[in-house]
């Protein structure tokens, strides 16, 4: 049977405040002092060294080192529990040690000594030693008695586990903060690029992919990604960040989450959604999930609304989400959902700005332009019937004529201008002024464009494109010179259908008009 020489577990009593630490390890001095002063100093010189040492690692080993050293140990060891703060057993965790894992060593009552690491009531590990010196193995010739570890080792090693129980505290408190941190500088990050302005992001879905590259990257996480409800029920992904493959990429916008999942049901009720392994949670009816291990889905919730859900996934086998990494996350997913509907009414109102400036000129043109060349062509039309000399009513003609189509196209503009939204697809009539303005540059002049009836209303997408077609190639057809076009979408054919007709006049090169014509 074996006997080994244990401190108690201050983990299993209440957290103790830091006056109780400083008061123990005080005690163990004390104790100390009385019987192994020759060891005090290597001790505190070790303690010394040890609270200067910035790296964690090198610090737990000079802990190990000193702990074998001072007891006459042959081997010493610090075993470290996961950092995700889940109740796993020492032995699961890293393993720091000098000379071989105290595990291996094999004896009897009194040949080992375990003393618990931990800072505020919270265990980190346990330092344990093994084989104290002096002693050989049991029934070898010459071998002397086993030598045990007393409670002026106890003392001592207790000292050392307080020291590493210090600075585990102090690293997972600097790694927090650090980790707290850079979260929130990205929660920052985003809301910066999400009230950028449409120059920024074009499109709602641009500022989502904000969030779920952001995210993904924060998380250390393999995809990232942004689901809204979809028409027909359940949630489809609309942005995604990923270092998977184009094809999971595509499968990932094709899928939807159906009504039924019991993680919808979690996330409509505003509660985020952890698993350790996506692909083999119960809860997940997605196949999407089969690319995934470690899982956050996290409600995009504002103003007690769901507005979605953030997934961060990790592949097969990574490491799961901390306690720390779940809060984080749930709260950069609220910040990500407050900064999307900020920018969501920031783009609004920078819209109605444009709509309202749009309007304006549209007023300006109609009120003030067009009158003022309406007036200036009645004054033209009237100096041309007193004018004497042919050729000056002929040029005075031309001139009202001019006006005339400036007066169209203006009024053509101001259509233009109260159209819909700019990222609604375009109309016919935008389409047919772009033509126009880009065969300009062969034809050495704007060709000016009429229109007849609610084109963008009545002619369908594909007698559009027919249309269009037809226009490109006729404006550059025949070279330099002007061209006047007009699109009667008011017409019939003489069957009596209803009709649109395209007519493409090329004054002064003798050219017919082209006319063009499709039923509606």
Not at 42 to 69: K, P, Y
Request: net charge negative; with cysteine.
């Amino acid at each position: 049977m074996r006997c080994v020489l244990t401190s108690p577990d201050p983990a299993a009593e209440p957290p103790a405040a830091a006056a109780d630490l400083a008061e123990r390890t005080a005690q163990d001095l004390r104790e100390l002092a009385g019987g192994a002063v020759a060891r005090l100093p290597e001790l505190l010189e070790a303690m010394a060294a040890v609270g200067a040492d910035h790296d964690l690692h090198r610090a737990l080993a000079r802990i190990a080192e000193t702990a074998a050293s001072l007891t006459g140990a042959r081997h010493a060891a610090i075993r470290l529990r996961g950092t995700d703060g889940d109740p796993a057993e020492d032995r699961d965790g890293e393993l720091i040690a000098h000379g071989t894992d105290p595990g291996d060593e094999q004896g009897g009552a009194g040949d080992r000594l375990e003393v618990p690491i931990t800072f505020h009531g919270e265990r980190f590990g346990g330092l344990t030693l093994a084989g104290k010196r002096g002693s050989g193995a049991p029934g070898a010739p010459g071998a002397s008695p086993r030598e045990r570890f007393t409670e002026e080792d106890l003392h001592l090693v207790r000292v050392l586990a307080t020291e590493a129980g210090i600075a585990m505290g102090n690293a997972r408190m600097h790694a927090a903060a650090r980790q707290r941190t850079r979260w929130i500088d990205g929660a920052a990050s985003v809301t910066t690029a999400l009230l950028a302005g449409p120059e920024a992001h074009a499109t709602a879905e641009d500022a989502l992919t904000v969030v779920a590259e952001k995210g993904r990257e924060l998380a250390e996480a393999a995809t990232g990604a942004v689901l809204l409800p979809h028409a027909e029920g359940g949630m489809e992904v609309v942005a995604i960040s990923t270092e998977l493959s184009e094809a999971i990429r595509t499968e990932a916008y094709r899928g939807r989450i159906p009504e039924r999942s019991p993680v919808l049901h979690q996330i409509n009720a505003g509660l985020a959604v952890f698993a350790d392994d996506f692909a083999t949670d119960a809860r997940s009816v997605s196949r999407l999930s089969r690319h995934y291990g470690p899982t956050m889905l996290l409600p995009l919730r504002s103003n007690g609304r769901v507005l979605g859900a953030l997934a961060l996934c990790r592949l097969p086998g990574g490491p799961r989400f901390s306690h720390s990494e779940r809060t984080l996350g749930t709260q950069f997913a609220a910040q990500a959902a407050l900064a999307l509907v900020l920018a969501d009414r920031h783009r609004d109102r920078e819209r109605l700005a444009v709509y309202e400036d749009r309007d304006r000129i549209a007023r300006d043109l109609h009120d003030l332009v067009i009158q003022r060349l309406f007036a200036t062509g009645m004054l033209l039309e009237s100096a041309r019937h007193k004018a004497q000399v042919p050729e000056v009513q002929e040029g005075v003609g031309r001139a009202v004529d001019e006006l005339d189509a400036t007066i169209q196209e203006i009024r053509t503009t101001i259509i233009a201008l109260q159209q819909g939204p700019p990222e609604a697809p375009p109309g016919l009539r935008t389409r047919i002024l772009r033509e126009a303005g880009a065969a300009a540059e062969v034809l050495g002049s704007r060709p000016s464009v009429q229109f007849v009836g609610p084109v963008d209303a009545r002619v369908d997408e594909a007698t559009g494109r027919d249309l269009l077609t037809a226009l490109r190639t006729t404006l550059t057809a025949k070279g330099p010179g002007r061209a006047e076009v007009v699109v009667d979408a008011a017409t019939t054919l003489t069957d009596g259908r209803a009709a649109v007709r395209l007519t493409v006049t090329r004054p002064g090169t003798g050219a017919a008009p082209l006319v063009w014509e499709r039923p509606l």
